[in-house]
T-cell receptor
Framework: NAGVTQTPKFQVLKTGQSMTLQCAQDMNHNSMYWYRQDPGMGLRLIYYSASEGTTDKGEVPNGYNVSRLNKREFSLRLESAAPSQTSVYFC??????????FGDGTRLSIL | GEDVEQSLFLSVREGDSSVINCTYTDSSSTYLYWYKQEPGAGLQLLTYIFSNMDMKQDQRLTVLLNKKDKHLSLRIADTQTGDSAIYFCAEGASGGSYIPTFGRGTSLIVHP
């Protein structure tokens, strides 16, 4: 039972490079989320998708784009990476009226 | 807007009880959750309580909810070194588009 799977687990980028973080869930959940976690800041919501075909901005969307490819997959793209985007990124999913389930995270460093 | 507050650190001795506290502001909250995050890992759902309950017990974990004061607590009995982690309080409500709100997390340090 995989739950929420994030790839890659670790990544190092140079400033200005682009990359896509992948997230897939096998629980048939409607809603999916992307968070970033920084020391002392807790979890901050970047984007979310309440259902397949919809996406909405969260608290800190600048510098990111998302795609809800299908019900299972929700990707996060950094078009031009900046050092301020160095963080741990978590994907989560949930069904209506249920708690969120989290992936193990992607640790991203931007030099 | 909604807000969830937690103290940042708690240090306890192995074998003692730990109590982690949380306050929230959204009176429409339907669910209140506790997550555990071990170093280098994601958030693991520990337990949750519906807003129409006062208490929930699950082995060493006891969750208490005071709706009047909007106060939630997590008690860990017989705390072990393996309980050292960051504990997040979160609140949620019904509806697919509702976004759960998380506290900043309480770092629990268990020492011998």
């Amino acid at each position: 039972n995989a739950g929420v799977t994030q790839t890659p687990k670790f990544q190092v980028l140079k400033t200005g490079q682009s990359m896509t973080l992948q997230c897939a869930q096998d629980m048939n959940h409607n809603s999916m989320y992307w968070y970033r976690q920084d020391p002392g800041m807790g979890l901050r919501l970047i984007y979310y998708s309440a259902s397949e075909g919809t996406t909405d901005k969260g608290e800190v969307p600048n510098g990111y784009n998302v795609s809800r490819l299908n019900k299972r997959e929700f990707s996060l793209r950094l078009e031009s990476a900046a050092p301020s985007q160095t963080s741990v990124y978590f994907c989560a999913s949930r069904d209506t009226n249920q708690p969120q389930h989290f992936g193990d995270g992607t640790r991203l460093s931007i030099l | 807007g909604e807000d969830v507050e937690q103290s940042l650190f708690l240090s306890v001795r192995e074998g003692d009880s730990s109590v982690i506290n949380c306050t929230y502001t959204d009176s429409s909250s339907t669910y209140l959750y506790w997550y555990k995050q071990e170093p280098g890992a994601g958030l693991q759902l520990l337990t949750y309580i519906f807003s129409n309950m006062d208490m929930k017990q699950d082995q060493r974990l006891t969750v208490l909810l005071n709706k009047k004061d909007k106060h939630l607590s997590l008690r860990i009995a017989d705390t072990q070194t393996g309980d050292s982690a960051i504990y997040f309080c979160a609140e949620g409500a019904s509806g697919g588009s509702y976004i759960p709100t998380f506290g900043r997390g309480t770092s629990l340090i268990v020492h011998p």
